[in-house]
């Protein structure tokens, strides 16, 4: 472990630098961007041999319904990142999204990044765990069955939080 130097006007404290034993990834939109940087993060911990779970809420949960999870769509309107160099009002013409969503899925194929339900696999192989957020699943309608197989639960924010206890747990909110 390093050790990390902090000064100060009167003397140096040493701190020691914490390591990262698990990581925590709440993603709460349904985009394709926010999905995949979600996923990519807990594949990440998992290969690093850090313990990784994850939880969605709200617009998150798309990416966890069966029916949604591989047709998820870029956010081209209110994404100045991805309209650089456009006018904004492009991106909210009729057939713009659907389009740079397909452009943003051949890019990824060539990266041979996996499609949403399939990363999921990996995760769960790999030992990560899916948890869906009830309060968000109850107000959309959806049940347990809704959701793709590797959804290992329905809980609520305290049980979330139960599951960020521990020393070198991370949380990161997508």
Known sequence: MEDVKEMTTDKVVAKEKKEVKKILVICARGTLEDVYAALIMANGAL???KEAKMFFTFFGLDAITKKKADHLH???VGNPAFMRGLPTMIGGLPGFEALASSMMKKEMEKLDIPPVTE???MIEAGGGEIYACKLAA?????KKEDFIPEVKDIITVGQMYELAEGEGTHMVFI
């Open 119 to 121: 990363f999921f696999e």
């Open 138 to 142: 109850d107000m959309f309608h959806l």
């Open 74 to 76: 870029t956010a081209t």
């Open 47 to 49: 290969a690093e041999g």
